[in-house]
């Protein structure tokens, strides 16, 4: 995954990274740790009616160069050009959706990196429980990562990604450990943009990471966490980008 306009460097700035650039597993914490803390998990695009851009290019200059977010493809693409630059080994896979009262197809789009022959779960793109830092996919897998506990239960050859919840389970996600090519998303791109029925039509949505919790906006509703205490308040959601996000309508 590349771009002609994408530029490392230019990269590393606007994730706020100064770190080594090696492709290990401390490199690979740290990226994703500072991009999840740096560009905003946000629908803008779909909430004006836009079906976002998948062209490579349209998304370095959405999220490098005019400063903005974007959701799973758009943020984990972004991702996945800074690891080819840094020379990891990876691939993207589909993940099927489980916060839906119903069984969804696989509209979520995750990248499993390989390191030292374990295969690692990153994902900068899916909001509210999301991880906060690669984990290695193995069943039965608990990981407590700045206070968010995470496990993995294999279930009918799918990894189910489960979120420690107000003390309960909550499945957030299953995947297979099968590689698909960029262009097998762009008709879930076409789905969760249009379709009546996906959270990104029906919700104004804005997510970013803190390194203690993270700021989530639902509509004109904010939930801050930190240290495991949330505060919530309304406040207008263009507001809300405006002061929590750096972003605009």
Known sequence: MTASNFSLSDYLRRINYNGQTRPDLSTLTALM????????????????????????EEITTKIIMNGRGGYCYEVNGLFAMALTAIGFEWYFAGARPMFYPS??????????????????LCDTGFGG????????????NITVQNGDTFRFELLNGEYVLYSLVNGEWAP???????????????????????HPDTIFTQKKLAVMQTPNGRKILVDDTLK???????????????QALSEYYNLSV
């Open 33 to 56: 740790s500072a991009q999840l803390q740096s560009v905003p998990f946000e629908n803008t695009e779909v909430q004006a009616g836009r079906i976002p851009s998948l062209i490579p």
């Open 103 to 120: 069984r969804r197809p696989k509209t979520h789009m995750v990248v499993i990196v390989t390191i030292e022959g374990k295969e690692y």
């Open 129 to 140: 429980y999301g991880i906060r830092e690669p984990l290695e996919v193995v069943d039965g």
């Open 172 to 194: 957030q996600y299953g995947f297979a450990l099968v590689p698909q090519e960029w262009i097998e998303f762009s008709l879930a791109n076409y789905f969760n943009a249009t």
């Open 224 to 238: 801050v966490i930190e240290n495991g205490v949330i505060k919530e308040e309304s406040i207008e959601y263009s």
